[in-house]
């Protein structure tokens, strides 16, 4: 598109939605440039709808014009899907951020694509509701990344990802269409069409509503920081744990140069002088705590962890995920920029990918951190990158 197709594109697009809901001008478009990953690409406008309404119109302008629209929720992808990439206009959903009914008896909530995963959290909590879909981008991430993303988060060994909660979505395909699939009950005899939405990555369709099932928020948990020597002793303890059949809430692990980071930055208390740390944390009724626990005490001992801590209140609790949650916002400190490699490997074959990780890093002088969910086996190797715009990334 030459500048002049683009300014007159620009004002076609200020006569879809009133003015205080379109971004045209390039200062404020800068902020749209990234999501969390590394690729920019500048759109030519945001548009900020309120309404299912405001996104048909945009879909059926955008198809007439033959702009390309990009979803986006907060902007904390890792993998460039809220980037306008070639360009056009970005469908931005930080006002459609309501919750539009909640049954408490039937553990239901239907909500606007643009809430964030901490606002679903307080809002069922209250009620002694749960929805454990957390991606440690929480504060910030929306629900309609989450639902595009199928995201996971430290809970999601125990209680699946996102695709196991969302029953039901309203959505606009790109002709305009209004469509719903599922509802609000966990099953409807229909292509499971929910499913097909639920990671597309924003490919098939936008999503306006979402109905969400919950659980009973667990009574009690019991949280344990155990350290090791190095990160493939860690991963064995990780595997031994789940070969017994054990299903902590979950197991979070970080390597000592992220310790040392973290605590640099956090004061959390984490033992840098050991080569890992595992974050496990168990839930349930009270007195199946202690047995559940106890169980995963003896297989620590047997892996030769170094030490394990057992938070003994709500303080001590919120000062080991203190460490976990900084995690992001130290990361500044090593390096401008990372890559995150976002992969799953078999629980069993943790120590052996880990290893192989580091002796590839190490071969070709990448500084690498390791901080990851390991009770799903979903490893994050974060490669630090020194200079983003040169892509000189950081020998060790
Ligand atoms: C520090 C950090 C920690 C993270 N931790 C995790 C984690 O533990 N687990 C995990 O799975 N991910 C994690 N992520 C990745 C990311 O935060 C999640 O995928 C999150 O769900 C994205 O939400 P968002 O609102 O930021 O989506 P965006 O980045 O805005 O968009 C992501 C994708 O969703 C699409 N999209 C957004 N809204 C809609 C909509 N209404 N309709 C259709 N498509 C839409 C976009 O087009 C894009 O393709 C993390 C990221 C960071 C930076």
């Known amino acids: ?91 931005q959903f930080s006002r459609m951020q309501h919750i539009l009914a909640f049954d408490q008896r039937g553990g239901s909530l239907m ?22 879909p957390d991606p440690s981008s929480g504060r910030a991430a929306s629900l309609g990344g989450n639902i595009a993303e199928n995201s996971g988060g430290p809970h999601c060994f125990k209680y699946g990802v996102t695709t196991n909660y969302v029953t039901g979505l309203q959505a606009v395909l790109a002709t305009g269409k209004v469509v719903h699939v599922g509802g609000r009950a966990l099953d409807y005899p229909e292509y499971d069409l929910v499913a097909l939405l639920t990671g597309s990555e924003g490919t098939l369709a936008i999503i306006t509503e979402a109905s969400l099932r919950l659980i009973r928020n667990p009574p009690a948990v019991k949280t344990a920081l155990a350290s090791f020597n190095s990160v493939e002793a860690a991963s064995q303890a990780v595997s031994r744990i789940i070969a017994a ?15 040392r ?8 208390g984490l033992p840098i002088n050991a080569g890992a740390a595992l974050i496990i944390e168990v839930d349930g009724y009270p007195a199946s705590l202690d047995p559940q626990m106890a169980e995963i005490e003896v297989i620590l001992r047997e892996t030769n962890a170094i030490e394990q801590r057992f938070a003994k209140d709500e303080e001590e609790r919120a000062r080991i995920w203190l460490g976990r949650k900084s995690a ?26 880990l290893s192989d990780v580091s002796a590839i890093c190490d071969n070709h002088e990448l500084r690498v951190v390791y901080v990851f969910h390991a009770g799903d086996g979903n490893l994050h190797p974060l490669i630090l990158i020194e200079d983003p715009k040169t892509k000189n990334w950081c020998s060790v």
């Open 111 to 132: 909500v606007q694509p643009g809430i964030t995963n901490q606002q679903i959290d307080s809002a069922v909590k209250a009620h002694g509701w749960y929805y454990p």
């Open 245 to 259: 059949g054990l299903v902590p809430a979950t197991m979070e692990m970080m390597d000592q140069r992220f310790m």
């Open 328 to 353: 992001a916002g130290a990361m500044a400190r090593l390096a401008p920029a990372y890559y995150l490699v976002d992969g799953t490997v078999p629980r069993s074959k943790l120590a052996a990918v």
């Open 261 to 268: 980071v973290i605590e640099d930055y956090a004061h959390a």
């Open 1 to 91: 598109m030459t500048t002049l197709d683009k300014d007159a594109m620009r004002r076609s697009l200020a006569g879809v939605l009133p003015a205080n809901q379109i971004v045209t001008d390039p200062i404020s478009l800068i902020t749209y440039n990234r999501d969390a990953g590394l690729d920019p690409g500048m759109p030519d406008g945001v548009a900020i709808p309120t309404s299912t309404e405001d996104v048909v119109r945009l879909v059926q302008w955008a198809s007439k014009a033959q702009v390309p629209l990009v979803a986006r929720g907060a902007g904390t992808g890792l993998s460039g899907g809220a980037v306008a990439e070639h360009g056009g206009v970005i469908v």
